[in-house]
């Protein structure tokens, strides 16, 4: 869905999301291998997406650094899902991923979730980034789309476990974040 949210949406959902990440700081993640991800991240709603060696990938209610609950969902996005997404029920996990420059996310399925039934519904603000999106299996063909700011990405139905990831992102194509970058917002239900 291109530019679904206006510049001035945009600008506002910014400032709301960067004033929630000074409660719930942004963090680098660490994938089960040890690896520490390009992306920094946090969340918003009663469950957050965590990785660590300890643990994988996981929900959970509090911040791994804090220890405390993620701070609520921004009204804008649960308007969104409601509309685009499921219409009865809420997402109950927004992830927040920041891309610095040079920040990518590679291949990858969602499916840390109970049910898959509900889709993945994202919101992409600042610097424009270059998604793949592929098939059910690693091996399919994949195509290459721009996820630009304001663009929403719904995978749902046949693509709710679509292979996927952000091969990079173009660094100062938007002015939107302050101090550059992109951020992607990922409502989902987890449980
Ligand atoms: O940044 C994006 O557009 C995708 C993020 C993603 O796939 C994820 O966090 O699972
Ligand atoms: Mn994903």
């Known amino acids: 869905?291109?530019?679904?949210?206006?510049?001035?949406?945009?600008?506002d959902l910014t400032a709301e999301v960067m004033a929630l990440i000074a409660a719930a700081p942004l963090y680098r993640p660490v994938v089960p291998s040890g690896k520490p991800m390009s992306v920094e991240m946090t969340n918003l709603g009663p469950l957050g997406?965590?990785?660590d060696v300890a643990g994988g990938y996981r929900?959970?209610?509090?911040?791994?650094?804090t220890g405390r609950p993620w701070p609520a969902i921004p009204e804008v996005l649960?308007?969104?899902?409601?509309?685009?997404?499921?219409?009865?029920t809420p997402p109950d996990a927004c992830l927040v991923n920041l891309y610095r420059q040079g920040a990518?996310?590679?291949l990858h399925q969602d499916r840390d979730e109970t049910d898959m039934a509900f889709p993945?519904?994202?919101v992409s603000l600042g610097d424009t980034a270059l998604f793949r999106l592929g098939g059910l299996k690693r091996t399919d063909p994949t195509?290459?789309?721009?996820l630009a700011s304001g663009d929403v990405c719904l995978l749902s139905g046949s693509a709710r476990l679509a292979f996927h990831g952000v091969d990079r992102v173009l660094s100062g194509s938007s002015?939107?974040?302050p101090g550059g970058g992109r951020i992607n917002l990922t409502l989902r239900r987890a449980r």
């Open 143 to 146: 195509s290459s789309l721009r």
């Open 120 to 122: 993945v519904l994202s």
């Open 59 to 65: 929900y959970q209610s509090a911040h791994p650094a």
């Open 49 to 51: 997406w965590v990785t």
């Open 104 to 106: 990518r996310m590679g």
């Open 175 to 177: 002015r939107l974040i």
């Open 78 to 88: 649960l308007d969104l899902w409601r509309e685009v997404a499921d219409a009865h």
């Open 1 to 11: 869905m291109p530019e679904r949210l206006g510049p001035v949406a945009q600008a």
